[in-house]
């Protein structure tokens, strides 16, 4: 997630990646960083089969160096896109 682009970048780990850009966009935690910093825009993201693998490429990608970071956001979305932009809220609701 971020703010705009080569702006500041946020990484974590979710099973359920809808209900997860929901609560960033509609700042459900208000306090919590991506809130603070005003970061909902989904610009990447991978996809895996188990919790375990998931969680070992967060803890790694968060160690990377931020211009490592920029380039793989960028080899997949060149244009930091929103990748939820048509996903729609209504009533605290997702819907595409």
């Given amino acids: 997630m971020t703010n705009k682009p080569n702006g500041v970048l946020y990484i974590g780990v979710t099973n359920n ?9 509609l700042k459900i935690h208000p306090n919590a960083f ?7 825009k989904l610009i990447y993201f991978e996809e895996f089969e188990n919790g375990i693998e998931a969680e070992k490429r967060e803890r790694n990608f968060k160690k990377w160096k931020r211009d490592w970071k920029i380039e793989l956001i960028e080899d ?12 729609k809220f209504n009533n605290n609701k ?3």
Avoid: G, Q
């Fill in 17 to 25: 990646i809808e209900e997860r850009v929901k609560e960033h966009k």
């Fill in 34 to 40: 991506t809130a603070r910093y005003n970061c909902d």
């Fill in 76 to 87: 997949m979305n060149p244009s930091w896109s929103d990748l939820s932009i048509n996903w």
């Fill in 94 to 96: 997702l819907r595409f």
